[in-house]
């Protein structure tokens, strides 16, 4: 009769790990949700909110409001350097400097393609040139009271999870007449 009762409950006890078991939710991979992968890449739209950012706030700088008293400030939209591990589109963030200083209305810049190209590809930013009197006289005939250069650079923190990038863009301003730097500022976007 021992036995019997042995076995039974044994037999109770499997029933009520079954049952136990049965009840507990089911376990959900992550596979199973249609969860977006983060992008993390600097895309079109992180070029644009960079470019705005940064626009706007060197237009709030002593250099423009000291300038804009007599008239708006021709500015020239330099090379924009890849400093970073992957290959960005830097065209396509001047192009966004060059559209947030348009639709500002507080500046001018040199707009004429041919100008354009011939700084990007004869002279792109200052470190080509071996002084500062020689980078005065490239940029005289041009016209232009300033010239915008800068580099976007990248850093990568494997440290967490998920994996986190940053995107730094250093923007600078020169004045054309003697060659100092009037404005500079760094924003950046983690993705």
Request: aromatic content about 8%.
């Amino acid at each position: 009769m021992k036995d019997k009762k042995k076995y039974i409950l044994l037999g109770v006890m499997f029933v009520i790990i079954f049952l136990i078991s049965g009840c507990s939710p089911s376990s959900e991979t992550v596979k199973d949700k249609n969860i977006p992968e983060r992008d993390l890449t600097f895309d079109e739209k992180d070029s644009e909110y960079i470019a705005d950012t940064l626009i706007s706030s060197s237009l709030l700088a002593e250099w423009n409001t000291n300038f804009s008293i007599k008239r708006k400030p021709t500015i020239v939209v330099g090379k924009i350097a890849n400093e970073s591990i992957e290959v960005l589109d830097v065209s396509l963030i001047a192009k966004n400097l060059e559209r947030s200083l348009l639709n500002s209305g507080e500046v001018s810049f040199i707009a004429s393609k041919e100008k354009r190209e011939s700084i990007r590809t004869d002279r792109k930013n200052q470190d080509d040139f071996t002084g500062k009197d020689k980078f005065i006289k490239y940029l005289k005939p041009l016209k232009a009271d300033f010239f915008m250069s800068g580099q976007i650079n990248s850093q990568i923190d494997s440290s967490v999870s998920p994996i986190l990038k940053k995107y730094e863009l250093s923007l600078n301003i020169i004045n054309t007449k003697n060659a100092t730097v009037v404005w500079e500022d760094v924003q950046s976007i983690i993705k």
